[in-house]
Nanobody, 125 residues
């Protein structure tokens, strides 16, 4: 099982970035995918999630209206489009997969079964 995030980098406030999460080693299109972020000394924070079908998405209040999650099951990839970035969005961003046996979308770290290694996003003011 492997999840690999990419697309991180440095951007000025108000800018945009698009992260990708490429999956392999499991049946991708029956797993919900979540995005989390973490800054040093803080707990990993839920950003958003998307159901296996892509028909439903969920977002933390802090990113609602600015971030959009989508998925392409044919490419085994989930995307996190981040617009209107703020310095407080600076963090390492992780994607995670939730096994289909978990019937509800989780917003907690323990609700996900596989994790990527993370990609750094830095937003300067």
């Amino acid at each position: 099982v492997q999840l690999v995030e990419s697309g991180g980098g440095s951007v000025q406030a108000g800018g945009s970035l698009k992260l990708s999460c490429a999956a392999s080693g499991f049946t991708f299109d029956d797993h919900a995918i979540g995005w989390y972020r973490q800054t040093p000394g803080k707990e990993r924070e839920f950003v958003g999630a998307i159901r296996w079908s892509g028909e439903s998405t969920y977002y933390a209040d802090s990113v609602k209206g600015r971030f959009t999650i989508s998925r392409d099951n044919a490419k085994n990839t989930v995307y996190l489009q981040m617009n209107s970035l703020k310095p407080e969005d600076t963090a390492v961003y992780y994607c995670a997969a939730q096994q289909p046996t978990r019937l509800t979308i989780s917003t907690t770290v323990s609700g996900y079964d596989y994790w990527g290694q993370g990609t750094q996003v830095t937003v300067s003011s």
